[in-house]
């Protein structure tokens, strides 16, 4: 089992910058492929970005591209967004997710196993 407690959110003003984290426990942190996803309200659960276990290889949604870096910090067991020029469009509230597959790399909600409880990205305009 894993456990992924997220942190870090809050109200920004459009333009500005939020650096979210993951922290996780449980089971070895180091070979998970993890993500971020994000549910706006209304909306379907969607793909933001995923990181190898190695950090080798990432992988980000398009509307984020350019704006969002993932990261992570095995030592410290700890998953990172840094998410800068926020939009209005980002407001949603933001899920970190651990794969059990050491090789997945996915961009869907089905390939990850844990999740964590979710943190509030509100931007204003």
């Known amino acids: 089992q894993v456990q992924l407690v997220e942190s870090g959110g809050g109200l920004v003003q459009a333009g500005g910058s939020l650096r979210l984290s993951c922290a996780a426990s449980?089971?070895?942190?180091?070979?998970?492929?993890m993500g971020w996803f994000r549910q706006a309200p209304g909306k379907e659960r969607e793909f933001v970005a995923t990181?190898?276990?190695?950090?080798?290889?990432?992988y980000y949604a398009d509307s984020v591209k350019g704006r969002f870096t993932i990261s992570r910090d095995n030592a410290k067991s700890t998953l990172y967004l840094q998410m800068n020029n926020l939009k209005p469009e980002d407001t949603a509230v933001y899920y970190c997710?651990?794969?059990?597959?050491?090789?997945?790399?996915?961009?869907?909600?089905?390939?990850?196993?844990?999740w964590g409880q979710g943190t509030q990205v509100t931007v204003s305009s």
């Open positions: 990181i190898s276990w190695s950090s080798g290889n990432t």
């Open positions: 997710a651990a794969d059990r597959n050491p090789v997945g790399l996915g961009r869907t909600i089905g390939e990850y196993d844990y």
């Open positions: 449980g089971r070895t942190f180091t070979y998970l492929p």
